[in-house]
């Protein structure tokens, strides 16, 4: 298995690890899921994301090949501006989400994830070779800290961030990046820095009361109360943005056709409308209900799945996320769990506020 | 005078003649971790020695819990319904699970005492 530049770190912290996108990742740490989660919505969670892949496109045509691999304009990106997006393939599925940064007129980052690191490399490079453009991959340190006080504890750091909006990026210092972005609903920032200053930059956020270390058991049931999709269970390459419920990633003028790979067979399916999307659920009593149960509706017909569920400390019960047939929402609808039926109420999205600093 | 036996699955059992009281072990709860759902058997309810019969949810996963002997349930700890954490409090004292009448009481001596068990987990 990889390791991250802070696996000592993890280990002298207390954490237990396990395998996540063929890395050593911390579970969770002597905390707990539950008040690491808390914290983070309270204070500051420091979250080690260095699994995450960095590619950073450059060259004359680096805009047009960011064009033909997601639907977005980047021609006309403003510089700084970090802008959630998709690879989409040739049947508008998503390849993977990510989040590219637009750093420099002729140079992008994009920020993928771990688990489709290989995929996404490939495919990145396949359109290189069309457009004058050079990809080049960057291993580094990445860190989030998310939470209301995590502008406080970079500003006494020295790092100039109040100012810096949400979906905004500045690079602070060479082989450094940093942007008011995150995957918790909370205000917050991902920093990425070279692999040998990571531990030392960790240690200096901890140094902090404010500042917790966070696992991925919460980075997850974080994400999830926040409605944000996880690659891999609410998205994959035979999901739409459409049926995702994201096609607010898209703006209106490429829905109808564009540059992009999978824009025809986008507009087609928006055209013919989706039969299936992407809602919230909220399990009626207390029981989690997780990824892979069965929804059906009153006389047992199987109307979806759920692919994303578990127990959501702030909103304090069971959340879920499922793909549901669009006409099955103005029925009950039950999830199957070990034979039993519960019933599931629709639930809009997010499950807990947003937080974040416009 | 009763006697407590440990599983290789980490439960407990507390014997009083052919009564028992099972939970799982100290050990188990915190490798759970923060423990938000507790889906216990109903009374009289039969169960055989591993078989399944209780779904401890935590926050990170759902576990099994296994009977460690045949018998029939007699009592649950519905407290649980309402604090299921008690299991993380108190897993081997207020966070028991549930109550059996034994069936075959040869099956307890496949089970450890509390040495063997401390030995199994370090």
């Not at chain 1, 997780?290 to 959501?312: H, Q, Y």
Request: proline share 5%.
């Amino acid at each position: 298995m990889k390791h991250t530049p802070l696996f000592n770190l993890h280990e002298s912290s207390g954490a237990k690890m396990g395998e996540f996108a063929g890395y050593d990742m911390p579970l969770f740490y002597p905390l707990g899921v539950m008040k690491e989660h808390l914290h983070t919505r309270s204070s500051a969670g420091l979250f080690d994301i260095s699994h995450m892949v960095h590619m950073e496109v450059t060259g004359s045509e680096a805009a047009q090949l960011i064009e033909r691999a997601c639907p977005y304009d980047a021609s006309n990106q403003p510089m700084g501006q970090a802008r959630y997006t998709f690879f989409l393939n040739e049947n508008a599925g998503v390849i993977d989400d990510l989040i590219i940064t637009r750093l420099e007129s002729n140079r992008y980052l994009i920020v993928s994830n771990a688990g489709c690191a290989d995929k996404d490399i490939a495919h990145i490079n396949s359109l290189a070779e069309i457009f004058n453009s050079n990809v080049e991959v960057i291993p580094r340190g990445f860190l989030a800290l998310q939470g209301p006080k995590a502008e406080s504890v970079l500003v006494q750091l020295g790092y100039a961030v109040r100012d810096l909006a949400f979906m905004t990026a500045i690079e602070p210092k060479a082989g450094w990046f940093l942007s008011r972005t995150g995957y918790t609903g909370e205000d917050g920032f991902e920093i990425a820095m070279p692999v040998e200053e990571t531990e030392a930059f960790a240690q200096k956020l901890l140094e902090s009361a404010d500042v917790e270390l966070i696992g991925l058991g919460a980075r997850d049931s974080l994400r999830l109360e926040a409605g944000l999709s996880l690659y891999g269970q609410d998205l994959d390459d035979s999901v739409t943005p459409h049926e995702a419920g994201l096609l607010w990633a898209i703006p209106k003028s490429l829905r109808q056709g564009g540059p992009f790979i999978g824009a025809d067979a986008l507009a087609e399916k928006i055209a013919a409308g989706r039969t299936r999307k992407r809602i919230g659920l909220r399990p009626t009593g207390k029981m989690p209900v997780r990824a892979g149960a069965k929804l059906v509706n009153e006389t047992g017909e199987d109307i979806g799945k759920v692919t994303s569920g578990g127990f959501g400390p702030s909103f304090e019960g069971p959340v879920a996320l499922g793909l549901i047939e669009m006409n099955a929402t103005d029925q009950p609808i039950f999830a199957e769990v070990r034979g039993k039926q519960i019933p599931m109420e629709v639930h809009s999205l997010p499950f807990v506020p947003h937080n974040y600093k416009r | 005078m009763s006697k407590t036996y440990y599983t290789e699955e980490h439960e407990w059992l507390t014997v009083d003649g052919d009564e028992a009281t099972v939970g799982i072990t100290n050990h188990a709860q915190d490798q759970l971790g923060d423990i938000v759902f507790v889906e216990l058997p109903d009374v009289d309810d039969e169960v055989e020695q591993g078989g399944d019969t209780v779904v401890i949810e935590s926050v990170k996963a759902a576990s099994d819990v296994y009977a460690p002997v045949s018998g029939t349930i007699t009592e649950v700890n519905s407290a649980l319904d309402e604090e299921p954490a008690m299991v993380n409090a108190g897993a081997e004292t207020d966070g028991w699970l549930y109550k059996m009448k034994i069936s075959n009481a040869e099956e307890l001596s496949e089970l450890m005492d509390l040495d063997a068990y401390k030995e199994l987990i370090g």
